[in-house]
């Protein structure tokens, strides 16, 4: 099974390096979003036919290892492009990195439309110490009653019950971690 996957990615790394006829006048990526877990990557592409395929591949970039292989590639699809504009999600690895998009297919050559970042996130570290502990239900609170100190709370690690706001809910659950219960899934609080 390890050699077909191998194989598979070959193949479609192979694939990049077909020389397309022409170009697509414009390939960009539009919106990067990070989200539930996810990143939402949109692409617009124009020049192309509505009825044309392509091929994304995205892969991790690092010192040692600038091109895709078998170790670092982290999605790779042939798509159609109704519409000249793409979107994918990717789950949101634990591995923190820069990722790069590469795009091919019957009228684009091999390129690299673009490279974004992925950061984790400490969900339930709302004062961005590098733990989870009483203190940032605290901060919560703090940031509830209006303490100036405290307003820096963001939605992005303080969101822990995945509602778009910081509410008291959010500090109950940070307290009931701590305590040993059990957290459903929808509560986003790193384990």
């Known amino acids: 099974m390890k050699m077909l996957k191998k194989i598979l990615v070959l193949i479609v790394i192979l ?3 077909t020389v397309g006829v022409y170009a697509a006048d414009s390939v960009g990526i539009s919106n990067i979003t990070e989200e539930d877990y996810s990143v939402k990557v949109s692409f617009e592409i124009s020049g192309l036919k509505d009825y044309e395929d392509v091929t994304i591949l995205i892969f991790r970039k690092t010192e040692e290892k600038s091109e895709p292989d078998t170790t670092n590639i982290v999605y790779v699809n042939q798509m159609h492009t ?8 990717l789950l949101q690895s634990a591995a923190e990195g820069v990722y790069e998009v590469r795009m091919g297919g019957d009228d684009i050559d091999n390129i690299s439309i673009g490279t974004f970042e992925i950061t984790s996130v400490l969900w339930g570290d709302v004062n961005c110490d590098g733990k989870i502990t009483v203190s940032d239900a605290v901060w919560i609170l703090r940031n509830l009653s209006g303490d100036e100190m405290a307003q820096y709370v963001t939605i992005e690690n303080g969101n822990i019950n995945s509602d778009n706001q910081i509410t008291i809910s959010d500090a109950v659950w940070i307290l009931k971690y ?14």
């Not at 109704?82 to 999600?89: A, F, M, R, T």
């Not at 701590?178 to 384990?191: F, H, N, Q, R």
């Open 82 to 89: 109704d519409n000249n504009e793409i979107s994918l999600n």
């Open 178 to 191: 701590l305590s040993g219960a059990e957290i459903p899934d929808y509560v986003k609080l790193s384990k």
């Open 15 to 17: 694939s990049f390096f």
